[in-house]
């Protein structure tokens, strides 16, 4: 089984700032975790802080890759490009947030990915990643 982790903006920052909201590990050490943790999965890991590129990898993956497991930080709550590129793949996505997004911001209520995703998963922190992926086991 061939999943890919697509991180969006500033979640390179994990682990460095606000590890109130976002757990005080870094995504690299939670990789490396996970892939030991999930030793049958081809598992990588994508992160960009630019819009294009997410959709540019959503494209180059979203073909050939079991399952997408998609954390578009807040291009999530923004990006019509995006949510069409997941609407456009083949390959099914799961919207994961590391923070309950309907606890905070009522910007943060909207998903323009969520639509065309195959669930979403949020508020449990990093182990929502972990989530994510069994979801396609
Ligand atoms: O809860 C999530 O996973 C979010 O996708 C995180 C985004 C936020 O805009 C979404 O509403 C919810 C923000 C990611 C920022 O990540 C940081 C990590 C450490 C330090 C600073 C930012």
Avoid: C
């Avoid at 690299?28 to 960009?48: D, G, N, R, W």
């Avoid at 949510?83 to 909207?110: L, Q």
């Amino acid at each position: 089984m061939k999943l890919i982790i697509i991180n969006g903006p500033n979640l390179n920052l994990l682990g460095k700032r606000e590890p109130e909201i976002y757990g005080s590990d870094t995504f690299e050490a939670i990789f490396k975790k996970m892939q030991t943790k999930f030793p049958s999965v081809e598992l990588s890991y994508y992160q960009s802080n630019i819009e294009g590129e997410l959709i540019d990898k959503l494209h180059e993956v979203g073909f050939d890759t079991d399952g997408i497991v998609l954390n578009a930080a807040a291009y999530t709550h923004t990006s019509v490009g995006i949510g069409d590129a997941v609407k456009g793949i083949e390959t099914p996505v799961v919207e994961v947030h590391i923070s309950n997004v309907h606890a905070r911001e009522e910007f943060r209520h909207t998903s323009f990915i969520a639509p065309n995703a195959k669930g979403v998963i949020f508020g449990f922190g990093i182990k929502g990643y972990e989530l994510a992926i069994q979801s396609f086991l």
